[in-house]
């Protein structure tokens, strides 16, 4: 647990370092964290709480306030599935029931080989390609049951 | 001449196979030994035609769409070099219905430049307003601002050039420019649009906007979902500030001026502007109480101007084109043009700049073309997820501020999201509600338990128990939300709501109670 605690704290300082001279650094060092990591591991809050001069409870509030910040790693592959209006006129709802299928995952889970974790969405701004999805940052237009298996194909592979 | 051949990088074509597309044209063009390059432009904003790939022949652009990693080699076969014709032949782009009917002004190099080269910025008009500014004194380019009647493009409406102007005269020993670039609204991505494909004018408009009130820091709030965007813009700062447009000294004048780009971490309501300069600032995103008004106490307590994308975007070409020409085009109260995005449901969705005034249904119906289903359209949600449901029967609405809040509605963001007639009402409150419940900031009580309260009527309403009552309850608590919350996100979630339950009622009467006989 020692060591574990030390590699966080050897991983996050030199981000800390690069934004604490900043205005407004803990968002840029959250994201610099999970980014390099994956997630937020618990054990850094107290890191970034002692170098930005902010209690531990501010920093977890701020943490667990946003969406995008996990708390344990995610899957090899992230599908991000957008689950706004646009993409619901489009047979999103369906799309995301076969995915979830396809997956054995339900919403803000990882697969139990680790392979990928589905996390809704609200919009990635392709509402005139809809249903649309992100899987490891890159964009998906026009999601048919074919698109769904090719996906879950690949994050299996 | 060395051919150039035009392949999008925008998320939209990208979303469609455009990387694949620019890798299979880059390997043909090095198999057949064309001499040409391939220029990563934005999209045009036809998003039923992308990916779009446009020839720059010595007639003009022609365009191919969409096209697919495995048209390419027969597209090079028909002679797509020298603009031969192709069953996915568009001919020129600017004679295709959909944009020759657009008024382009704030996306009027969008889709057609290179998004990063400077010197194509410049070759298309780029820098003209920043220029015409540095000339002006900031209360002329303040004045040049407020005669274009340009009203805030984030949603809300408000004069551009009021909110500079009490900026420019509040004192502090810091001022900033912040841009709302958290577009969450579903149904839009004209910032995404304009970020990817000309974010150059939007340099150039923060620019103009820290001249005129001596804000001298720009921040860009970019929501973490647009990664591309984010990519392009760092790019366009970078080659900005190496051209001396960013700096000490703003193309060689008296004013200093810098921005960056600072990203954010999934909450829509950090879209609400006093909620982002507390996320800015490292906090949780809670709406403030206003006032102060950030243009007094904004971000870290100083003068702050916050404007959304395209308004920043659209004041270049005011400060090029002079405020009264802006003025010019649209009606009433609202001035100048809008990018209409036209989403969903719908078969020719994509980004019309358009002056306002045209209505709804000449919108939907003749420029988008009806459902991509072919299935009547039923619903039409203007605004975003805290916009009304609009039904046919207010297709001879005109896009404008003032005509859609007459009919209890909004334009928001200007995004529409179409349904066809498969669409469930009931759902869509259901999910206007649910949405709100996940996206509350928790800062003030209509909003936080009234959302999660409204999910669970609309379920009982579901289960038809007592539905009149249910009814009753959902809008009195409309009631209290909308007049009761801090910010839009409580105070609007009851347009959809209420709005599907005026116009569509049939969907909130179910069939006869299942449970009454069990």
Redesign the interface.
Known sequence: MQHARTEIASAVQPIIERWKGEEGPLLPILNGIQRELGHVPRDSIPVIAEALNLTRAEVYGVVSFYHDYRDKPAGRHVLKLCRAEACQSMGGDAVAEKLQKLLGIAFHETSVDGAVTLEPVYCLGLCACAPSAMLDGEVIGRLDDAKAEEIAAEVRA | MTLKIYIPRD??A???GAEKVARAVGAEIAGRDIDATVVRNGSRGL??L?PMVEVETPAGRVAYGPVTADDVAGLFDAGLAEGGDHALCLGDPEAIPFLAKQTRLTFARCGITDPVSLADYEAHGGLGGLRNALAKTPLEIIEEVTESGLRGRGGAGFPTGIKWKTVHDTAGPQKYIVCNAD???????S??MIMEGDPFVLVEGMTIAGVATGATKGYIYLR?????AHRILNEAIDAARQAGILGKSVLGSQYAFDMEV???????VCGEETALLD???????QVRAKPPLPAHEGL?GRPTVINNVISLASVPIILDKGGAYYRDFGMGRSRGTIPI??????KH???FEAAFGMTLGEIVDEIGGGT?TGRPVRAV?VGG?LGAYFPRDLFDTPFDYEAFAAKDGLIGHA?I????DT?DMLK?AR?AME?CA??S?GKCTPCRVGSTRGVEVLDRLRKGVAPEAQIEIVTDLCNTMKFGSLCALGGFTPYPVMSALTHFPEDFRPAPVREAAE
């Open positions: 998320s939209g990208l979303a469609l998003y039923w992308e577009e969450g609204d579903s149904g839009t991505f910032d995404r973490s979902e647009y990664p591309n600072r990203v954010g971490a999934g909450a829509y996320s800015l600032e490292g906090k949780r995103g870290f995005q036209i989403t969903g449901n719908v969705g994509g980004l991509a949600q997820p995004g999201v179409v349904f066809d669409v869509q999910f949405f996940v996206e900031c």
